[in-house]
């Protein structure tokens, strides 16, 4: 394969999850690193531009306001129209077929993307995913933006997300949060993905009322859909903070790399501390570490790997969830220590 122009023009067609863009970041590095001179263009859900605009590689963010599981071909077509012309070749993180509609109607000439769901003529460059090779999720994005060959051993550095902090947005979070100076630890009870990725929030309530009681703040985090959960965790204790649906996305970037350490089930934000430089206690219960890990050396996996883990389901279905509720609070208190 010719090597590519120098100035060239990348759009990257980025995936539909917290975790999985800031993992996209890590092929952003790889094109940079490549050519530093190209111009990386992202289509992403409109979520995800706060992330996105904390990634010194991405030059441009083009939204895509398609919600989960929507078609939205008049909202494909508009922006495949306004990219036509911008961009020498395409790269399609997501499987479906769907999601590689805009780079073939705005005539990017060159798309690469993994062969899957009838993408024949919508791909031109397709690639053969071999999942014991690319056995990450990361290995998988910055695939796509290697030259085949290069690519098909699976033997390539992978660059670790990096988040930019803003001090001046903090400063303003700690007014208006009611934050303190004293050492925060963040907690991270929620998973879009289900309770079989969820640490009890039992056992959250407990770690917390220790790390308050040692002086400690605990900063719970999440979406709105986290804030019962929040609640759980953080009501009458004095020094926790429940910030669940409070912040915004760019928000939790500033609060998690001010966070000594965070405590998290596999989940997005997981990801979002990990890029934000924080300590992660990175907790796994029906998914696998090996597959979708924090990327980052700092970070401790709590794991237990028994006979029937990972299943990869959202609800054990064995009704136990013994991946979980064998994983005392105490054992993530002695992990915080040091």
Not at 245 to 254: P, W
Request: aromatic share 6%.
């Amino acid at each position: 394969m010719p090597e590519a122009a120098p100035g060239e023009r990348i759009l990257v067609v980025g995936p539909s999850w917290v975790g999985d863009m800031v993992m996209a970041q890590s092929l952003f590095k790889t094109l940079k690193a490549r050519q530093p001179d190209a111009r990386i263009g992202v289509v992403a859900p409109a979520w995800s531009r706060p992330i996105l605009e904390r990634m010194e590689e991405v030059d441009e963010v083009a939204p895509l306001e398609v919600g989960h599981g929507e078609f939205g071909w008049a909202t494909r077509r508009r922006l495949a129209a306004e990219l036509r012309g911008r961009f020498d070749r395409a790269l399609v993180l997501p499987r479906s077929w769907k999601s590689a509609l805009v780079p073939f109607l705005a005539r990017i000439p060159r798309r690469t993307g993994f062969t899957g769901e009838q993408r024949y003529v919508l791909l031109n460059d397709r690639r053969r995913l071999d999942k014991s090779v690319l056995d990450q999720t990361v290995k998988r994005f910055v695939a796509l933006g290697l030259p085949a060959d290069e690519a098909a051993g699976g033997d390539f550095a992978l660059p670790r997300p990096e988040l930019r902090r803003d001090e001046a947005n903090l400063e303003r979070l700690r007014e208006t949060l009611g934050l303190s100076s004293r050492p925060a630890i963040a907690m991270m009870p929620g998973a879009e993905y289900g309770p079989a990725k969820q640490w009890p929030l039992t056992y959250f309530r407990q770690l917390a009322e220790a790390l308050v009681a040692e002086g400690h703040e605990v900063r719970v985090m999440g979406g709105p859909k986290d804030a019962e959960a929040g609640d759980v965790i953080a009501r009458g204790l004095e020094g926790a903070h429940n910030l669940c649906g409070r912040t915004r996305l760019g928000d939790a970037v500033d609060l998690l790399a001010d966070c000594r350490q965070a405590v998290t089930n596999d989940s997005g934000l997981m990801h979002v501390a990990a890029a934000a430089g924080t300590r992660v206690q990175a907790i796994y219960g029906s998914s696998s570490p090996d597959y979708t890990p924090p990327l980052t050396d700092n970070a401790e996996i709590h794991y237990l790997a028994l006979e029937c883990s990972p299943c990869f389901e959202r609800t054990c279905p064995l009704g136990h969830t013994n991946c979980l509720n064998h994983l005392p609070p105490e054992r993530l208190l002695r992990a915080i220590r040091g």
